[in-house]
């Protein structure tokens, strides 16, 4: 029996039509809701260091062409750029795509890789999740509450390379309908700087109060799994844990992302739990 495809299966343009639909979409959502999004920017840094990540830009992933990794540089340095300094205010709302915009050869951006229904594919400013990955990465270890947050989900398609951040911890981002979304509900001011480097996506954030608390996060039970379908799986649970600065002492355990992903590469098969 065939399988009946959705509108934006049909061709190039339904897809086109689709996309646009859903963009076009979120618009009138923002609009309708008056979310007060987060735009002004300073150079003078606040005056407490929250948290800083580095992310390497140029990584070997599987037998993806290395020049997608070179444009991928081009296309951070020119998102970087919107947001850097950028300061959200209490009650205000960070966005990523509030601040890149619709990324376009127009604009200098560039083919990059880009993830899609568990595989891999390349589009013109792809490689930007890298940028909200690291977002995410700092403010998980701040105040600030994540409002919109997509997974590359289900799937895991790279082995390890220098891996600095437990798995499934990334984000997925598409203009404008698929974002990466930060409210400020505290009473401090944060500012957040991103920018490149010859090698490294670097990130700070900031905050206008001292921060009472710090954060570690950290994998426990991580193992890989063959299963019944034949497929073998990554498992494990993401903590975050959250320290009082003054006692040392641990005043919250919350679980945020509970991994069970089918792995698309190869694995030694000692490395593998039979269930």
């Given at each position: 029996?065939?399988?009946?495809?959705?509108?934006?299966?049909?061709?190039?343009?339904?897809?086109?039509?689709?996309?646009?639909?859903?963009?076009?979409?979120?618009?009138?959502?923002?609009?309708?809701?008056?979310?007060?999004?987060?735009?002004?920017?300073?150079?003078?840094?606040?005056?407490?260091?929250?948290?800083?990540?580095?992310?390497?830009?140029?990584?070997?992933?599987?037998?993806?062409?290395?020049?997608?990794?070179?444009?991928?540089?081009?296309?951070?340095?020119?998102?970087?750029?919107?947001?850097?300094?950028?300061?959200?205010?209490?009650?205000?709302?960070?966005?990523?795509?509030?601040?890149?915009?619709?990324?376009?050869?127009?604009?200098?951006?560039?083919?990059?890789?880009?993830?899609?229904?568990?595989?891999?594919?390349?589009?013109?400013?792809?490689g930007l999740c890298q940028l909200s990955n690291l977002i995410h990465w700092m403010v998980l270890h701040s105040e600030l509450t994540?409002?919109?947050?997509?997974?590359?989900?289900?799937?895991?398609?790279?082995?390890?390379?220098?891996?600095?951040?437990?798995?499934?911890?990334?984000?997925?981002?598409?203009?404008?309908?698929?974002?990466?979304?930060?409210?400020?509900?505290?009473?401090?001011?944060?500012?957040?700087?991103?920018?490149?480097?010859?090698?490294?996506?670097?990130?700070?954030?900031?905050?206008?109060?001292?921060?009472?608390?710090?954060?570690?996060?950290?994998?426990?039970?991580?193992?890989?799994?063959?299963?019944?379908?034949?497929?073998?799986?990554?498992?494990?649970?993401?903590?975050?844990?959250?320290?009082?600065?003054?006692?040392?002492?641990?005043?919250?355990?919350?679980?945020?992302?509970?991994?069970?992903?089918?792995?698309?590469?190869d694995i030694a098969p000692e490395m593998v739990r039979e269930v």
């Amino acid at each position: 029996m065939r399988t009946r495809r959705n509108f934006c299966e049909i061709s190039p343009l339904t897809y086109f039509i689709s996309k646009e639909k859903e963009i076009q979409k979120r618009h009138l959502q923002d609009l309708v809701r008056g979310t007060k999004f987060a735009r002004a920017t300073q150079e003078e840094k606040l005056p407490f260091p929250v948290y800083k990540h580095n992310s390497l830009i140029r990584r070997r992933l599987g037998n993806v062409d290395m020049q997608l990794q070179e444009n991928k540089a081009t296309n951070l340095a020119l998102a970087t750029a919107h947001m850097h300094g950028v300061l959200i205010r209490p009650g205000e709302t960070f966005s990523v795509w509030k601040l890149v915009g619709r990324t376009s050869a127009r604009k200098g951006y560039k083919e990059g890789l880009i993830v899609s229904k568990a595989s891999t594919g390349k589009d013109i400013g792809g490689g930007l999740c890298q940028l909200s990955n690291l977002i995410h990465w700092m403010v998980l270890h701040s105040e600030l509450t994540i409002v919109e947050h997509h997974h590359h989900d289900g799937v895991d398609l790279f082995p390890d390379f220098n891996r600095q951040v437990p798995f499934g911890t990334g984000t997925s981002i598409s203009y404008n309908y698929v974002d990466y979304r930060v409210k400020n509900n505290t009473d401090s001011t944060y500012q957040l700087f991103v920018y490149v480097d010859d090698e490294y996506l670097r990130g700070e954030l900031y905050s206008s109060k001292e921060p009472q608390h710090s954060y570690h996060i950290h994998t426990e039970d991580e193992f890989f799994s063959k299963e019944a379908d034949g497929n073998i799986y990554r498992n494990g649970t993401v903590v975050r844990e959250t320290v009082d600065k003054r006692s040392g002492n641990t005043v919250e355990r919350q679980i945020i992302r509970t991994n069970h992903a089918r792995i698309l590469y190869d694995i030694a098969p000692e490395m593998v739990r039979e269930v």
